[in-house]
């Protein structure tokens, strides 16, 4: 078993101080580091610390030997595709989602509305009503009585009422009174 400590700090943009001082209690970079490359034993202790501080399970720390993964081998920026130094584990959605919150949800979108096509995944993270206004002007998810939703911007929180703005020109604004939850859109994920 190999463990994915690195790959998952880089895919959430954290340094290794940044990692350290998440811990609880903080501990130092070289160790973090030393944790990462197998220089140091992975206890269950320290992977129960470490997944706290990235917000993930556990057990997404850990990967047989033998499974592959995909792998980031470049970036794209303003002069093009860039090699990297060393190729990166790619993390599925899942894996980015926060530990101890309810599972990610997933939108298949089946036809083009606005900015979304025809195959498209798009992945929400579930939210308290409390938290709504942390999603207010990002695309969201909430359900609606009868079993069915309601899917746009957020553009306002008023009491219990939520107000969606759906994809695409010409459309309503759809309100929704007191939603048991609402899901911010976090990852999109096309097939091209």
């Known amino acids: 078993m190999t463990n994915r400590i690195r790959d998952i700090r880089k895919a959430k943009g954290l340094t290794l101080a940044d990692l350290a001082a998440a811990c609880d209690p903080p501990t130092t970079a070289q160790t973090i580091g030393r944790l990462e490359t197998g220089m140091r034993q992975l206890s269950l202790g320290w992977m129960n610390k470490i997944a706290a501080a990235l917000s993930v399970d556990p057990a997404s720390l850990m990967r047989a030997e033998s499974d592959a993964p995909a792998r980031i081998v470049a970036e794209l920026g303003a002069n093009g595709a860039e090699a ?29 509305v606005g900015e979304y096509r025809p195959g498209d995944l798009v992945w929400l993270r579930p939210l308290d009503p409390d938290e709504a206004l942390s999603a207010v002007n990002r695309d969201c998810l909430v359900p609606r009585p009868g079993g069915r939703f309601a899917f746009g911007r957020l553009i306002d929180r008023r009491g ?3 107000g969606l703005l759906p994809p695409g020109a010409g459309h309503k604004q759809v309100v929704v009174d007191n939603p048991p939850w609402i899901a911010v859109a976090f990852m999109l994920v096309r097939a091209l």
Do not use: F
């Open 160 to 162: 219990t009422l939520v």
């Open 84 to 112: 990297l130094s060393a190729p990166r584990e790619a993390l599925a959605p899942s894996a980015l989602a926060p530990e101890g919150g309810p599972p990610p949800v997933v939108l298949a979108v089946t036809q083009s």
